[in-house]
């Protein structure tokens, strides 16, 4: 029974330790898991032992002194249970002997953990202290447990819960418990509500629990006490500085402290690295000169912190204020000022206020500046400025600036209460003022004299009238203008700004026979108003100009003439005179203007050149005609009456172009010329004609629908006469009645079948064509027709019955043959007429072939 027992023991407790089996292999060492608070049947096997020898014998357990452990075949098995608190492993050592020798191995059993211990709180971490300031969020205590479960297995893992606060005020949620850690911390409501005078206590009740929290997780609670206390993190009071420190630095300032946990502390704020500093001990340190000018204050922001890095309350300031000293000079805001003052300026003028910047403190004395005028270039004559030792004003102290340089450089100097210093310079130009008229050197210039052929933009001569104020300036510079004797705008002023000299110059085409003398009145004025004084005399100038006469060439009247000519008139008739003078013999313009003394001058003048013109006294002009090839015209050699030599005939040219020479009498080189276009009227001379060969055109019968013969005619007299030809029938009832004539236009005309049916034959149409004149030109016509029945193509299908009376071909053969005859005979008379003159142009008018033989 008592091997039977064990078998069945072995059966049932080797499968659950094999599942602890880590590693094991021949003779190798053996580790192996157990759980602890094992409470079933006894031995307890716990793993069979593989690898051992076929022959082993004597198989012994050794290093167990408690005598838990033992082997029996091959298996090791436990007595009692086991307890991973008290003893979390064991080391055994298994041997056996074989034939050869005794060998063993070892092996480990590990007591696998259990959740069977509940967790516990630590006494000394159920108390802590809250500091007043302290941020949200940021621990200021832990509550601590433990739990004897294996460290690192979910049965020690430990969640902590706040579950109650006591009191409930402020607010019910002034605290909270990190799950994890077990860290405390106020909530945003306890952070912005903790008051220690409305509660300085505070008890919590905390829950503990291992297995991570799980429902069927070992629980613990307990009470945690919290007291909350003041803090003397502060910003600490402003700070004032004098600048520039002597040292030695640092120099400690000022300090903070935060009463709490331990905590680290830093700077921040708008001033140079290193500037400030702060100890561990929440010293605040200064180390190195300051310069109020640069910064007059700093806002410094002092953060407490964890050594973790979080910040543990809201940073506290402190105001750090800059004192002065006066040790800033005052300076200019420019080394160099510019300024003008008019040198009519009265003392007293102010020109220019200069002002120093001090950088010290502007509310207090270091900033008073004075101001002082040290040197003037030139220095003579002295005493010409002062400056206001208050205000910088800078003033003219002389009684005038006139004659004086025309500039001036001032050594202005700025100095404080200290004495320091510094300048500038001022350069103050004088200003001329126009105070000076310009002056004429004379009162009368000239006679100058100048021919009448000269060009415009000859400089007849060149003046100047001078200004004593200063060279180059608006008071100096001299507008010139023409106050009389240039009416006519023949001469123009041309002033050079470099040297104000005036230039008159020719700007129009003198004529001596209209104008021999030019008296000019001149007039000099500067472009600013005078500040002083007034234009007098001295300021015009009278110039005196003779135009030179100079033979010229004879003048037509007109420089185009335009002639009508009726045609056919009979020749040497006076159709044109034109008109031509020799500007040489015309009389001298009076001069109405000019004083009793320049009209006596004139007057002798004139005199003399009249006398000259007498001695000289041009023979009138010579005409000739230039263009008229085929001498239709002529004209008077000394009248200029222009004649037809021939009638004109309108169809053969309707206009003539020529020119006209009209040649100087004393000088054949001068000479003048114009056109002369003759105009050709028409006359109705000329009686319309039909054109054109119908002999081989022919109407198709029946009549049809808008078939018709187009007949052309032609009248050679111009639009008036023969603008629009007119075609009508005979008069006669059966002409009417067969056929039809209906207008196109103003020269062509339908003939047409008036009847559906016309027997084929040549008929004689009988018309008459007339112009449109008043009375009109009328020709008669006797128009062959041929009427014949036609084709689908409209195509004429037999030959017409040939018209009575008209020639067999025998005798038309012999008329073409004494045609031909004739024609001959006319060419050669008309070749040899050509020989003795110039071939006739061909009429521009003809328009259409030459006419049939018509019966007028």
């Known amino acids: 029974m008592a091997n039977g027992g064990a078998t069945q023991v072995l059966i049932a407790a080797v499968p659950w330790t094999m599942l602890f089996i880590f590693a094991h292999g021949n003779m190798a060492n053996v580790k192996i898991g157990v759980p602890e608070n094992y409470n079933g049947i006894f031995p307890w096997y716990l793993a069979k032992l593989h690898g051992l020898p076929s022959n082993y014998t004597e198989l012994v357990v050794t290093g167990d002194d408690e005598g838990i452990f033992g082997v029996d075949a091959q298996f090791l098995y436990a007595l009692k249970p086991l307890d991973r608190e008290k003893q979390p492993s064991y080391s055994l050592q298994v041997s056996f002997r074989t034939t050869a020798q005794r060998q063993g191995f070892t092996v480990e059993v590990c007591v696998i953990d259990k959740n069977d211990n509940v967790p516990t709180f630590i006494g000394e971490s159920m108390r802590g202290s809250v500091q007043l300031g302290l941020l949200k969020g940021i621990p200021f205590m832990q509550v601590e447990a433990l739990d004897r479960d294996e460290r690192g297995s979910i049965n020690a893992e430990l969640r902590f819960s706040l579950m109650e606060q006591t009191p409930r005020i402020p607010s019910s949620h002034m605290f909270f418990i990190d799950s994890m850690s077990g860290e405390v911390s106020l909530t945003e409501e306890g952070a912005s509500t903790l008051d220690p005078e409305m509660c300085g206590r505070y008890k919590l009740s905390v829950m503990v629990k291992d297995m991570a929290g799980k429902a069927n997780a070992f629980f613990n609670t307990g009470l945690v006490t919290v007291e909350v206390t003041g803090n003397t993190w502060a910003s600490p009071d402003p700070v004032r500085l004098q600048e520039n420190l002597p040292g030695p630095y640092p120099i400690p300032i000022s300090q903070v402290k935060w009463s709490g946990s331990q905590a680290e502390y830093s700077l921040e704020g708008e001033f140079p690295e290193m500037l400030f500093t702060i100890s561990r001990e929440g010293v605040i340190y200064l180390n190195a000169p300051l310069d109020r000018e640069t910064q007059d204050q700093f806002l410094i922001n002092i953060v407490v912190e964890r050594p ?36 009519l300026a009265a003392r007293g003028t102010e020109i220019l206020t200069v002002q120093a910047a001090d950088n010290d403190d502007p509310k207090t004395d270091n900033v008073r500046i004075f101001y002082r005028l040290v040197g003037q270039i030139p220095e003579s004559p002295r005493a010409l400025f002062r400056v206001d030792p208050d205000s910088g004003v800078i003033s003219v102290q002389a009684d005038s600036m006139e004659g004086t340089a025309p500039q001036y450089t001032l050594t202005i100097t700025a100095e404080d209460a200290k004495g320091l210093n510094s300048s500038c310079t001022v350069v103050v130009t004088v200003q001329d003022e126009n105070n000076n008229p310009p002056v004429f050197s004379q009162h009368e210039y000239g006679p100058f004299h100048i021919p009448e052929n000269a060009p415009s933009g000859t400089t007849v001569t060149a003046v100047l009238a001078g200004d004593a104020d200063v060279r180059g300036g608006d008071s100096w510079q001299v507008n010139y203008r023409l106050e009389s004797g240039n009416e006519e705008e023949v001469f123009t002023l041309a002033t050079d700004k470099q040297t104000n000299e005036v230039s008159l110059v020719l700007s129009k085409v003198l004529d ?94 004139r005199t003399a050149v009249m006398i000259r013109r007498l001695n000289f006294l041009s023979p009138p002009c010579r005409y000739s005609l230039q263009g008229d090839t085929k001498k239709y015209f002529s004209i008077g050699k000394y009248s200029g009456e222009l004649k037809t030599v021939q009638a004109l005939d309108r169809e053969e040219n309707s206009t003539y172009t020529m020119k006209v020479i009209a040649v100087d009498g004393r000088n054949s080189s001068l000479s003048a010329s114009t056109l002369v276009t003759v105009q050709i009227l028409d006359v109705n001379d000329n009686s319309p004609v039909l054109v054109g060969d119908y002999s081989w055109k022919y109407l198709c019968t029946p009549r049809w629908e808008d078939q018709a013969l ?111 005859a004739v024609i001959g005979i006319i060419l050669t008379v008309v070749f040899v007429r050509l020989s003795y003159q110039n071939p006739k142009e061909p009429s521009k008018n003809s328009q259409e072939t030459v006419p049939l033989k018509i019966s007028i």
């Not at 023969?722 to 196109?744: C, E, Q, Y």
């Open 710 to 820: 187009m007949l052309a005619s032609r009248d050679s007299d111009g639009p008036q006469h023969g603008g629009r030809l007119n075609f009508s029938l005979r008069s006669d009832a059966t002409v009417r009645r067969n056929w039809k004539l209906t207008p196109i236009n103003d020269t062509h005309t339908n003939l047409s079948l008036n009847i559906p049916y016309l027997a084929p034959e040549v008929y004689t149409v009988p018309f008459t064509i007339s112009d449109s004149s008043s009375p009109p030109r009328s020709t008669f016509i006797n128009l062959p027709v041929t009427v014949c029945p036609c084709n689908v193509r409209g195509n004429c299908k037999i030959a017409a019955k040939q018209l009575q009376g008209m020639p067999t071909i025998q005798s038309a053969v012999g008329i073409l043959l004494g045609t031909f």
């Open 308 to 343: 973790d890095g979080r910040e543990i309350a809201k940073p506290v300031e402190l105001r750090v204020m800059v004192g002065d000293a006066n040790d800033n000079r005052p300076t200019f805001p420019q080394a160099q000022y510019h300024t003008v003052v008019k040198e």
């Open 512 to 605: 001596f026979e209209r104008e021999s003398e030019y008296i000019l009145v001149l007039s000099a004025q500067n472009p600013v108003a005078l500040v002083r004084g007034r234009y007098g005399p001295a300021s015009t100038a009278t110039v005196s100009i003779y135009v030179d006469d100079v033979n010229e060439g004879p003048v037509l009247s007109q420089s185009h003439y335009e002639v009508t000519v009726r045609e056919g008139e009979e020749p040497g008739r006076v159709i044109a005179t034109i008109r031509g003078y020799d500007p040489d013999s015309h009389p001298i313009r009076q001069d109405p203007g000019s004083d009793e003394r320049r009209r006596m001058a004139a007057t002798a003048r």
